[in-house]
């Protein structure tokens, strides 16, 4: 069974920058749709970013359109978030979760395997 793990969290300034690294085990990512999600607290989870299998990229949050990117290493079995310009109302738990289906449907059921979460702080 696919196992993500988070890491490339941490506190930092309003227009900081931070890159999240996701990180598989027990299988290759290279079969799997991945997405970025973000929690902040009282809020639900939102999609942000979602890498294809052929590094299609779907982008579901406005908010972080210009300044987050995602990209995938096969080599190394890793998916990518680079944040910049960070702002207070990107602090959340962010997560990367894989999905079978093909394509980036956005639907936070179609992804079925989760990592832990590593928390982004952003503040003055």
């Known amino acids: 069974q696919l196992q993500l793990v988070e890491s490339g969290g941490g506190s930092v300034q309003p227009g900081g920058s931070l890159r999240l690294s996701c990180a598989a085990s027990?299988?290759?990512?290279?079969?799997?749709?991945i997405g970025w999600f973000r929690q902040a607290p009282g809020k639900e989870r939102e999609g942000v970013l979602c890498?294809?299998?052929?590094?299609?990229?779907?982008n579901w949050a406005d908010s972080v359109k210009g300044r987050f990117t995602i990209s995938r290493d096969n080599a190394k079995n890793t998916v990518a978030l680079q944040m910049n310009s960070l702002k207070p109302e990107d602090t959340a738990i962010y997560y990367c979760?894989?999905?079978?289906?093909?394509?980036?449907?956005?639907?936070?059921?179609?992804?079925?395997?989760w990592g832990q979460g590593t928390q982004v702080t952003v503040s003055s």
């Open positions: 890498i294809s299998r052929t590094g299609g990229i779907t």
């Open positions: 979760a894989a999905t079978a289906v093909s394509y980036c449907s956005g639907y936070v059921s179609d992804f079925r395997s």
């Open positions: 027990r299988s290759t990512l290279d079969y799997y749709v």
